[in-house]
């Protein structure tokens, strides 16, 4: 686009923002198509801003667990899956969960327990159903935000049962939340380039309504930086959009930007999306999700340093301490595995933001004035 037409359409697109108007798909193609990243965070910010949005900024103390790497389905970007077979494949049982958590909480107190794992056949339904029950029971105090949609979906193969009474049985168990992974990229091209595997986007969708349904909050992804269009972005962000619109049911939205170590990507050359394009996707994302009251810049991807940076772009949330990470880490993030409560402050306040522990609903738990 020349430069003065994408100014005339940038600056239509700030109208509509100041005027609290909805933006389309074209208003979206247009900032992704953009370069000019500062005025997009500037206008994503603004944005935050005008629907009232304040100068806190979230995180949760949490300890991050992964109950398999077993996986069945071979997604071509993950590096974390392995066959059974396969040298440092694992499946804890729920005992093995439950004494790692209550041996790390004597470490480190955290609120919420995050986690997902691999589409094990080697595992029945009432293997998730246990380890949710002996979780619950030996901290009840503490939030389970457990297993993406791609695994309940799995569940539901495994049991015969239907998404709702999986999730149903769960939630009896003692599950509070679902995280937003499994959603990748909706469009069908680039689900079957790069998980061929993978079931059809419309049981994410599923998944996530039966859940808000049941009153059970989730969160949403976006998988991005490989063979994605500019449009199929878009597209993703939009579906999302019309979800909450219809149920209100989730609580953030996290980009993941792609990491290629380990996978067959690595081998064709692929490397990590640099930090504009990260800057851009989340200043996008808080303009698009106009209905979704958080954004998460997930440090465990762009490190720290940058994710301080992104909440100028319309990012109020930092995702939390942690602890142990495994998937991005797999695929070659060098990011660190945890982060200090005094190291989020320092970072938040450097960026001139309120830092704000929450739990996983966002409830205040300490605020740094
Ligand atoms: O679905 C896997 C992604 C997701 C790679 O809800 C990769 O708060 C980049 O669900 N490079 C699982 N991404 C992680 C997840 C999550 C993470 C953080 C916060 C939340 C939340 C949820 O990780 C997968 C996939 O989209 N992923 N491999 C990779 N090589």
Redesign the pocket.
């Known amino acids: 686009m020349a430069i003065a037409t994408e100014q005339a359409a940038l600056d239509l697109i700030r109208e509509k923002v100041e005027a609290g108007e909805r933006l389309g798909f074209d208003d979206g193609l247009t900032l992704m198509e953009s370069d000019d990243v500062l005025q997009i965070g500037e206008l994503a910010d603004t944005a935050r801003r005008l629907r009232g949005g304040t100068d806190d900024v979230y995180f949760v103390q949490n300890l991050y667990l992964n109950q398999t790497n077993v996986c069945r389905v071979k997604c071509k ?4 899956a392995r066959t059974q077979k396969q040298e440092g494949a694992y499946t804890f049982t729920a005992e093995e969960l439950v004494e790692d958590a209550l041996r790390q909480r004597e470490l480190t107190g955290f609120t919420e327990i ?1 986690m ?1 794992g691999g589409e094990s056949p080697h595992v029945a339904f009432a293997y998730y159903v246990e380890i949710v029950r002996q979780l619950k029971e030996a901290m009840p105090d503490v939030h389970l935000k457990l297993f ?1 949609a791609s695994e309940i979906h799995h569940m539901t193969r495994l049991s015969g049962l239907s998404h709702e009474e999986v999730l149903r049985e769960l939630r009896d168990a003692g599950l509070g939340s679902l ?6 990229i909706f469009a069908g091209r680039v689900r079957r380039l790069i998980a061929p595997g993978k079931e059809h986007p419309d049981f994410w969708f599923h998944t996530h309504r039966a859940a808000h349904g049941l009153g059970i909050p989730t ?1 949403c ?1 976006m ?1 991005y930086g490989h063979v994605e269009t500019y449009e199929e972005r878009v597209d993703h962000l939009l579906r999302l959009r019309e979800l909450q619109d219809e149920t209100g049911g989730f609580l ?1 939205f ?1 980009p ?5 170590e380990n ?1 067959v990507f690595e081998r064709r050359g692929w490397t990590q999306s640099a930090g504009t394009d990260d800057l851009k996707v989340i200043a996008v994302s808080r303009l698009l999700l106009d209905n979704i009251p958080h954004v ?1 810049a ?1 440090w465990i ?1 762009m490190g720290m340093p940058l994710a301080a940076v992104a909440l100028h772009f319309g990012a109020n949330d930092v ?1 939390g301490t942690v602890v142990r990470e495994a ?2 880490h797999a ?1 070659g993030a060098r990011t660190e595995t945890e982060q200090k409560i005094e190291e989020l402050v320092r970072y938040v306040r450097g960026a001139g933001r309120t830092p704000v522990q929450r739990d996983t609903l966002y409830n205040e738990v300490r605020r740094w004035s």
């Open positions: 970007f993950c590096a974390f995050h997902v993406t995280p937003g992974g499994g959603a990748e969160h992804t998988l953030a996290i993941l930007a792609f990491h290629p996978t998460k997930y991807m995702q998937i991005f695929a």
